[in-house]
């Protein structure tokens, strides 16, 4: 063989030598990010069961509590579970919270509740947000929604209000005007339920409490909820009596009565689960009915930071 020759053999060698390389390589790869997707996949699957786990306790406490009486308050169990627990690779934290507790969007979008866009206007003022707020976000809500509805058609995408009840917060996004800022300085005071639910004035805070009931003044409020640190409401007419003694002027009309109540049937759990460095957060909303019907998830909000 000629040295040409042998020089040939050769770069035909090398050149088979590397494309193999590049196929190992390639296969190598490949077999790496499987084995990272399978890992993550499990890692993935390993924090849901961490979320299911406090889902499940969350459950067992409150059906515990609802066989304890009719009753909610900042006392019980529920209330007090506040947990961050260290697991394999993480951690689980999570607590649970009265939905009823907090103003109910939803009120407004009855045109004839007065007494909820009443509240939501002091309620607003209070906050120190636009007044506006306090027209435009009932009128999303309405049955028809807003009546301008050319702001949204000139948005990016194009939206179409169509007005109603919102089945959890972050939908009032949607509407012109309202920025994520406004509804981080509501979303503390406001929930939202089926329109029918009433407030837990067991568990709800002192800026709801005056919203809900016109001539309920700060001082007024503050020594409501010392009374009822002291001993929760056994019932509404305990609440309103109780109420009439700490020198309040507002008198609730008997057609107000439905609206409150000293117990709850939808709760929140907020849940986050770490693992391997990640994090995942989860909300669950549970409806509580009356016995014997057990406690059902309503529904589950997801988020991976």
């Not at 636009?130 to 509805?149: H, V």
């Amino acid at each position: 063989m000629t040295p040409r020759s042998r020089g040939f053999v050769l770069v035909n060698a090398l050149v088979l030598v590397a494309a193999l390389a590049g196929i190992a390589t390639f296969l190598l790869a490949r077999a790496e990010g499987a084995r990272a997707r399978a890992h993550e996949a499990q890692g993935a699957a390993q924090a849901r069961l961490y979320l299911d786990a406090f889902e499940a306790l969350s459950i067992g406490i409150l059906s515990s509590d609802r066989a304890g009486g009719g009753m909610d308050h900042p006392g019980e169990d529920w209330a007090r579970a506040d947990y961050d627990v260290p697991l394999d690779r993480g951690r689980v934290a999570g607590e649970i919270a009265d939905m009823q507790a907090l103003f109910n969007v939803n009120w407004l979008a009855n045109p004839s509740d007065t007494l909820a866009r009443d509240g939501f206007e002091l309620l607003v003022t209070r906050l120190g947000l636009r007044p506006g707020l306090a027209e435009e976000i009932p009128a999303f809500l309405s049955r028809t929604g807003p009546a301008d509805k050319t702001a949204y058609a000139r948005a990016d995408p194009p939206l179409r209000p169509v007005g109603g009840p919102v089945l959890f917060l972050d939908q009032l996004l949607d509407m012109r005007g309202l920025g994520p800022r406004d509804l981080d300085r509501l979303r503390p005071y406001l929930t939202a339920l089926p329109g029918s639910q009433p407030l837990n004035v067991n568990t709800a805070p002192a800026l709801v409490l005056q919203a809900m009931m016109p001539g309920i003044g700060p001082v007024v409020a503050d020594r409501l909820l010392q009374s009822r640190r002291l001993e929760p409401f056994v019932s509404v007419d305990d609440f309103v009596m109780r109420l009439g003694g700490l020198g309040a002027t507002a008198v609730l009309s008997e057609e107000d009565l439905p609206r409150f109540a000293v117990g709850s049937s939808w709760f929140r759990a907020d849940i986050h689960a770490t693992l391997d460095g990640h994090s995942r957060h989860r909300m669950t909303v549970f409806e509580r009915p009356p016995l014997p019907a057990g406690i059902r998830v309503a529904y589950r909000l997801a988020r991976v930071p």
